[in-house]
Nanobody, 124 residues
Framework: QVQLVESGGGLVQAGGSLRLSCAAS????????MGWFRQAPGKEREFVAA????????DYADYLKGRFTISRDNAKNTVYLQMNSPKPDDTAVYYC?????????????????WGQGTQVTVSS
């Protein structure tokens, strides 16, 4: 079992910045690909970003266009999502997820563990 706890959400103005954190416990963190997803009201959960087990490889949703950065610190068992220049359309509950695999994936059902989510609201 892996327990994931997100933090850092809140209200941010469009064009500002926000950093989300996800702390993991329970298993060897470096054995897991980590991902961030989001879900807005009335919409399906969608992929945001993923990072490889060692942190050297990343994948991002096309719509982000370089605004967000995913990273991880395996010594701290934590994955981050740096959100720069957020837009009102980025308003959603953000979830981190863990996948016991070497392969990055954008598909939510391929992830084994999920956090409870943290709300991000971007004001215009």
């Amino acid at each position: 079992q892996v327990q994931l706890v997100e933090s850092g959400g809140g209200l941010v103005q469009a064009g500002g910045s926000l950093r989300l954190s996800c702390a993991a416990s329970g298993r060897t963190f470096s054995n897991y690909v980590m991902g961030w997803f989001r879900q807005a009201p009335g919409k399906e959960r969608e992929f945001v970003a993923a990072v490889s087990r060692g942190g050297s490889s990343t994948d991002y949703a096309d719509y982000l266009k370089g605004r967000f950065t995913i990273s991880r610190d395996n010594a701290k068992n934590t994955v981050y999502l740096q959100m720069n220049s957020p837009k009102p359309d980025d308003t959603a509950v953000y979830y981190c997820a863990a996948r016991r695999s070497m392969v990055l994936t954008r598909t939510p059902s391929n992830y084994d563990y999920w956090g409870q989510g943290t709300q991000v609201t971007v004001s215009s």
